[in-house]
């Protein structure tokens, strides 16, 4: 089942296509890359995706409904999560804390909930839950100033998961990670990939084609090619246009 399209997904500023054009189709459960140089249009992309930005030109549609234009919000509220760049952590919070309150937002129950967080058993149980599956289940009663960078990005993946999103979306997921902290996360990506359809960027070609199903290759704001990871590996206008010629 096609769990997300683009249909000629564009979006100008001025006189520059930051997306030109973009047409994508991901089935559920499919792990599907995004890669490009620098400034390709892949942050615009999924701005756009996930109703940062409205387009120029175009539709998304998720899960057979046209959400072109609708709130970044209400997109969390359908289903679709974005993750590594969520701004409600709440630093003079506990770890534990922050995912609770994730928890209890995804299902409504925000009202006067700092006045009595731990009142939320069965909440609090799947909070739990969550922290386990990011590998942060042993930090839950720190404050987030003691996580390192890794577990940070953890915790905002975990704040995503209680959402319960069925497609997800990860800008640089290993940006500014040490090599323990990026086989870490590749390997949470993996077991997230179990429950709910991936979409992701990254530099780091052998985490790309460690992970994805399929590869689209962005330049200029526009797709230059698709296929699977062995078939951009041999593709040559990617080669020269991305990979280079040692590539």
Not at 15 to 39: F, K, Q, T
Not at 52 to 71: C, H, M, Q, S, Y
């Given at each position: 089942?096609?769990?997300?399209?683009?249909?000629?997904?564009?979006?100008?500023?001025?006189?520059?296509?930051?997306?030109?054009?973009?047409?994508?189709?991901?089935?559920?459960?499919?792990?599907?890359?995004?890669?490009?140089?620098?400034?390709?249009?892949?942050?615009?992309?999924?701005?756009?995706?996930?109703?940062?930005?409205?387009?120029?030109?175009?539709?998304?549609?998720?899960?057979?409904?046209?959400?072109?234009?609708?709130?970044?919000?209400?997109?969390?509220?359908?289903?679709?999560?974005?993750?590594?760049?969520?701004?409600?952590?709440?630093?003079?919070?506990?770890?534990?804390?922050?995912?609770?309150?994730?928890?209890?937002?995804?299902?409504?129950?925000?009202?006067?909930?700092?006045?009595?967080?731990?009142?939320?058993?069965?909440?609090?149980?799947?909070?739990?839950?969550?922290?386990?599956?990011?590998?942060?289940?042993a930090k839950a009663g720190l404050p987030v100033s003691a996580l390192s960078h890794g577990e940070r990005r953890n915790l905002e993946l975990g704040l995503t998961l209680a959402l319960n999103p069925r497609l997800i979306l990860l800008d640089e997921p290993t940006a500014g990670m040490s090599v323990e902290e990026t086989a870490s996360t590749v390997a949470l990506i993996r077991r997230v990939a179990q429950s709910a359809t991936v979409l992701f960027t990254e530099h780091d070609m052998g985490i790309v084609f460690s992970i994805a199903d399929n590869i689209s290759v962005l330049h200029q704001g526009s797709i230059i090619a698709e296929g699977t990871p062995e078939e951009i590996k041999g593709n040559r206008t990617v080669q020269v246009a991305y990979l280079g010629e040692e590539a």
């Open positions: 089942m096609t769990i997300l399209e683009t249909r000629k997904l564009s979006r100008r500023f001025g006189a520059l296509n930051a997306v030109s054009d973009v047409s994508l189709s991901l089935e559920a459960g499919e792990v599907r890359a995004i890669i490009g140089p620098n400034g390709a249009g892949k942050t615009t992309l999924f701005n756009l995706i996930t109703g940062k930005l409205a387009p120029t030109g175009g539709k998304v549609i998720f899960e057979g409904a046209d959400v072109t234009g609708v709130p970044a919000h209400a997109l969390v509220r359908r289903g679709i999560g974005r993750s590594f760049q969520i701004t409600n952590i709440f630093p003079r919070l506990s770890v534990f804390e922050n995912i609770l309150v994730g928890v209890l937002a995804g299902r409504g129950k925000t009202t006067n909930l700092f006045a009595s967080l731990l009142s939320f058993e069965t909440e609090a149980a799947e909070a739990r839950e969550i922290l386990d599956r990011v590998e942060l289940g």
